[in-house]
């Protein structure tokens, strides 16, 4: 649903877009570059997926000596930091993307693949991270139509 409401808005944006300049672009995919950034960081950090379920939990840990309770904390605590998930624009798009060795991590999680941990082959469940919600596509057309009666 999500899907055919960016696209009807992309469709309608199109030609409004064309009647700005390259730099008018670009300060609006930035801003809507930010916006979106912060949105997915902040139901990212609340552990929750695109369609608002919540995201499959971790496993139980084997008692651990010394570290009792320490996996029962928020998972991607520090995935969503600005060093991680990066925004980025220009002219003629807006990204928001996990960078570095993080985005291996994301990967694997988002996609519910497989990974080695000390040697082990572990199966992780599909926790979706990045995504667009009904409630995004309202703040873009929200930015994109303060942006236009702006700077026409």
Do not use: C
Not at 24 to 33: I, T
Not at 37 to 60: L, V
Not at 116 to 136: C, F, N, S, W
């Amino acid at each position: 649903m999500a899907a055919d409401a960016l696209q009807q808005l992309g469709q309608q944006a199109a030609a409004l877009l064309g009647q700005l300049s390259a730099s008018e672009r670009r300060k609006l995919a930035a801003d809507l570059a930010r916006t979106m950034r912060a949105t997915q960081s902040e139901r990212i950090r609340a552990n929750k997926q695109p369609d608002g379920s919540a995201m499959t939990p971790r496993k139980p840990q084997p008692k651990l000596r010394g570290r009792k309770g320490a996996t029962r904390r928020r998972m991607f605590t520090k995935l969503v930091k600005p060093a991680w998930l990066k925004a980025t624009a220009t002219a003629s798009e807006a990204t928001v993307a996990f960078t570095g060795s993080a985005n291996r991590l994301a990967t694997v999680h988002h996609f519910g693949l497989r990974d080695k941990i000390r040697g082990k082959t572990v199966q992780y469940p599909e926790r979706q991270l990045i995504g667009i919600t009904d409630a995004d596509i309202d703040r873009i057309e929200d930015a994109l139509f303060k942006h236009l009666t702006a700077s026409l």
